[in-house]
């Protein structure tokens, strides 16, 4: 069964940090990038950061400085390392990538984890 699995969310103080991760299982990503997404209740899902095979990457403006996304191909695994958290920050994190079934050989596109939840708060 192909999934996009994150984890590492949690409540954490405002200031604080907190490292998530986002592997596949049962398949490898695929394509050339991939993101992580957040979406606060009420609001709709936002992109927050991208990284490319070849490492580069991209921020949205709130987060610039502060979050830093990263890609170890060798583990087949994305992280998003977040520092100085904000109260704003509080929402439901999504990883998305292609995706290339190892079983089937089939390729799932924009394949979206089921979301890890981030509480910063005192």
């Known amino acids: 069964q192909v999934q996009l699995v994150e984890s590492g969310g949690g409540l954490v103080q405002p200031g604080g940090s907190l490292r998530l991760s986002c592997a596949p299982s049962?398949?490898?990503?695929?394509?050339?990038?991939m993101e992580w997404y957040r979406q606060a209740p009420g609001k709709e899902r936002e992109l927050v950061a991208a990284?490319?095979?070849?490492?580069?990457?991209n921020y949205a403006d709130s987060v610039k400085g502060r979050f830093t996304i990263s890609l170890d191909n060798a583990k087949n695994t994305m992280y998003l390392q977040m520092n100085s958290l904000k109260p704003e920050d509080t929402a439901v994190y999504y990883c998305?990538?292609?995706?290339?079934?190892?079983?089937?050989?089939?390729?799932?596109?924009?394949?979206w984890g089921q979301g890890t939840q981030v509480t910063v708060s005192s």
């Open positions: 998305n990538a292609n995706l290339y079934s190892v079983y089937s050989g089939t390729y799932f596109r924009n394949y």
């Open positions: 049962g398949s490898i990503f695929s394509g050339n990038a």
């Open positions: 990284i490319t095979r070849g490492g580069t990457t």
